[in-house]
């Protein structure tokens, strides 16, 4: 029955509490509920004296796989762990779905239907909700509520699942199974009315799915971004690949230039454009092949040919379509409901009597190991409910309370890099608040020095806890940026942050333009004259990288580039815009400057023409009117190869 549950409970639900709550809602529910349930099995094996437990080889090559992603993972930071194993595909759906999956196989001997009545539950739910989000009126999206702290966020492509991918993944499941009931009855002629018009309502939504699916576009990373990113993996982290749940760190150090032309340029992306390439990224060539034979496994493992050909085209549409959990979930359960299983006692007997107490020991080492992970995933649920009502008073202006709650946050669950990240900005942010008084106070000033020193402190430790995170780097140079001018070497300080974070996020504009408009902003023109170059050259599309490029020509003194790059700037900017306004005006001016400096030019020209008239110079002639044969060979032009400058590309910054 608790399996049962859990399978109306998962695609339905979401964490209002929490900033992510379908993704990380979904994830803590999963992980949640295994531990509960492993504790149940545990406790029936001692309350029925049961000793006997089913496995099969798939099951064996899925704890292989988790077994090598926890090596993998265990060897990342601390940052890195946390953020790994907090992840929507990280280490917790691993071990949620691994234990789900040997929950699933203890659970009968024989066929069980009885799920898929609960699991229609949900799929009518969501077909129902989805249906009438279709038919609202635009004007009408999107919908929140509450206003002040939404439980919900409506829009056009909203699902209960959480995306449209999982209620397609739901539905195309649901669909596929009464559509079988449908046929069985027709054959049987039985009545068929109810599994028409459940049939009917899925089948709908269905396609209605799809249509959404091509009226937003395809909002994931491109397949060959994802290729690129997959194939330099193999060059630098072969076996191992980056981890589970860390593909966000392939993408920064490895994704092509030719990403920026896309719609999604300024986007991240913490999953690859379909399953295989995220597993081969991920877990590497090891996990990859650990990943073919536990598909492999499952699908033989099945008891008739129609269900393995079933299995195996669910699998394919796993390793062809996007990471998604709900679509993961429902596959393995599937997977699970007929599958080969193999008996196996659990024998320790002891004491004269022969007392089996292999049962009672793993029971026990379930219940501790459960009871600790109780604990500890409840504190990483704390974190995230803090964290959520930081950001709710923030949003009210309420400074104190997003201060406080960010603490709570902190203390709660202290390897959290990114909270540290959002603290290090709240402190800085009510350090210029109180800098920004006209009247500020000796005391104001020693508060705003104090919330300086956390926002820098807390910064460092963001990096310290995920060094190879671009984000972090990021964030910890606009600190110090902010503090130029006030404390000594923090522009030093900031060039250097700058440096690490391109480093690590190689190919991102952005980046490159906010490290020249600091150089612009401390007179290095030449530097940021070349970060621009390289920001146009990363995406030529970019019309703050051009106008950035023409400012720095422009305090250059070389006006002749300034005019060419304004003018490619403003061919890029919408024409009914402002800032296309703004920069005809200046291109007006510029464009007069530069005719008055030609014209300067040319009258200064011809004056020195004027001055240096002279008749053209007669051949060298020695008197006698004899000729000198001189040999030809060795007076023509040197031949020089020339190796271009390799341009490590840009971003670019307003002055």
Do not use: C, H
Request: charged fraction near 20%.
């Amino acid at each position: 029955m608790y399996l049962k549950v859990w399978l109306l409970v998962l695609p339905i639900f979401f964490l209002p509490v929490v900033v992510d709550s379908f993704g990380f809602g979904k994830n803590w529910l999963m992980l949640l509920t295994m531990l509960l349930g492993i504790i149940i099995w545990g406790m029936a094996l001692v309350i029925r004296k049961e000793n006997k437990i089913f496995i099969g080889k798939g099951l064996g090559w899925l704890i292989t796989l988790t077994v090598w992603a926890t090596i993998v993972w265990y060897f990342g930071e601390a940052g890195v762990r946390m953020r790994t194993f907090m992840g929507t595909s990280g280490l917790a759906l691993m071990w949620s779905m691994t234990i789900w999956t040997f929950l699933w196989m203890q659970a009968s001997e024989e066929k069980d239907e009885g799920g898929e009545k609960w699991l229609i539950v949900a799929g009518i739910l969501v077909a129902l909700s989805s249906l009438v989000v279709f038919l609202l009126p635009a004007a009408k999206l999107p919908i929140s509520w509450p206003k002040q702290n939404p439980i919900i966020n409506i829009n056009s492509d909203w699902s209960l699942t959480g995306s449209v991918l999982g209620e397609l993944w739901l539905l195309g499941i649901l669909g596929t199974i009464w559509i079988k009931k449908l046929a069985e009855k027709i054959k049987r002629k039985e009545g068929y009315v109810g599994e028409m018009a459940i049939t009917a309502i899925l089948v709908l939504v269905l396609f209605l799915d799809v249509f959404k699916m091509f009226r937003s576009g395809w909002n994931y990373l491109d397949i060959n971004s994802s290729w690129t990113i997959a194939t330099e993996s193999l060059k630098y982290r072969p076996l191992q690949g980056v981890g589970a749940g860390n593909y966000l760190e392939a993408f920064n150090k490895w994704r092509p230039v030719a990403f920026n032309n896309s719609k999604n340029w300024s986007g991240s992306f913490g999953w690859a454009a379909n399953g295989g390439l995220q597993l081969w990224t991920e877990l590497g060539i090891v996990g990859l092949i650990i990943g073919i034979l536990t598909m492999r496994a499952l699908i033989k493992g099945q008891k008739n040919k129609s269900r393995k050909i079933g299995i195996a085209l669910g699998g394919v549409m796993l390793v062809l379509t996007p990471f998604n959990l709900v679509g993961l979930m429902l596959m393995m359960w599937l997977v699970t409901r007929e599958i080969e299983k193999k008996e196996r006692s659990l024998m320790l007997k002891v004491g004269e009597k022969g007392l089996n107490a292999a049962p009672i020991i793993l029971a026990v080492v379930v219940l501790l190991g459960s009871g600790f992970g109780l604990y500890w995933w409840t504190r990483v649920l704390l974190g995230e409910t803090y964290l959520k009502k930081s950001l709710v008073a923030a949003v009210n202006n309420d400074g104190g309370s997003t201060y406080i709650w960010q603490i709570k946050a902190i203390t709660a669950n202290a390897n959290n890099a990114e909270y540290r990240r959002i603290y290090s900005q709240t402190n800085l942010a009510l350090a210029i608040g109180l800098m920004s008084n006209k009247d500020i106070t000796n005391d104001q000033k020693e508060k705003a020095a104090v919330l300086i020193q956390q926002a820098v402190r807390e910064g460092k430790a963001a990096v310290a806890l995920d060094t190879r995170n671009a984000s972090y780097w990021s964030n910890l140079a606009s600190i110090y940026r902010q503090l130029v001018g006030s404390v000594e070497g923090s522009a030093d300080w900031s060039y250097e942050a700058y440096s690490q974070a391109i480093g690590l996020d190689s190919v991102n504009p952005s980046l490159r333009l906010d490290f020249g408009g600091l150089l612009f902003a401390t007179g290095r023109y030449e530097e940021a004259d070349r970060l621009f170059e390289q920001v146009v050259s990363l995406k030529p599309d970019l019309a703050n990288g051009w106008y950035n490029w023409a400012y720095t020509a422009k305090n250059m003194n070389k006006l002749s580039s300034a005019v060419a790059r304004l003018s490619q700037a403003l061919s890029l900017v919408p024409i009914d815009s402002g800032d296309y306004d703004k920069a005809s005006k200046e291109l007006e001016a510029w464009n007069k400057e530069y005719e008055a400096l030609i014209k300067q030019q040319q009258g200064l020209q011809q004056e020195k023409e004027a001055e240096t008239l002279k008749l053209p110079e007669a051949l060298p002639d020695d008197g006698n009117n004899s000729s000198v044969v001189v040999p030809t060979g060795g007076l023509e032009p040197p031949v020089v190869e020339v190796t271009p400058t390799p341009s490590d590309g840009g971003v670019i910054i307003e002055p």
